[in-house]
């Protein structure tokens, strides 16, 4: 007879995921900006906080720009720290409410990357994409079927000569050899 036991564990019980467009204005620049050079997003962090049954999301990174000014004869590098936040929805939650004892996990599932940069009335504009995903790890059961013991058929050992003839060794497989059966507990 099977018996059904629960097993205690631990397991991802909600997950959710945002993505954030977001347009940093970069501070003011050495002089007048003649050209963008390159734009490179460093130091992306990401942290998930409980808020009553939610998730809140917030992370930073830093944008550097490199540019050129006095026309295109020196070139400087602006930086500028760029904070973000959201609340992010469960999909398929275990459960509505969030415990005390729920651990949550923030990521990033793709880095941030400049999508535009641009220059709008001497200021430097980048548009920036990212997205990330939290993660709800607390206690959930799982329920097992015990099944009874297995019992292995011990079947003789075939030796095989390498000059034997090949229909002889055909004949020999046996295709039921994986085969075995399952008695139950007394």
């Not at 997950?15 to 997003?41: C, H, I, N, Q, W």
């Not at 459960?95 to 880095?111: K, N």
């Amino acid at each position: 007879m099977n018996e059904i036991r629960e097993i205690l564990t631990k397991a991802v019980i909600g997950k959710g995921s945002r993505k954030f467009d977001l347009t940093a204005m970069m501070p003011e620049t050495a002089g007048l900006v003649d050209r963008v050079l390159g734009a490179v997003m460093t130091q992306h962090l990401v942290t998930a906080t409980k808020s009553g049954n939610s998730i809140e999301i917030s992370g930073s990174y830093e944008v550097h720009v490199w540019y050129t000014y006095e026309d295109d004869k020196k070139t400087e590098i602006v930086r500028m720290a760029v904070d973000y936040g959201d609340v992010i929805v469960l999909e398929n939650a275990l459960r509505e409410h969030l415990l005390a004892s729920d651990e949550l996990v923030a990521e990033e599932l793709v880095a941030p990357y400049a999508t535009d940069v641009r220059i709008e009335g001497g200021v430097i504009h980048v548009d920036v994409s990212l997205e990330v995903v939290a993660e709800v790890i607390g206690e959930t059961k799982m329920r097992v079927a015990i099944l009874g013991p297995v019992v292995e058929t011990v079947r003789a050992e075939i030796a095989f000569d390498p000059d034997d003839d090949l229909a002889e060794i055909d004949a020999a497989i046996q295709p039921d050899f994986l085969e075995a059966t399952i008695l139950p507990f007394d």
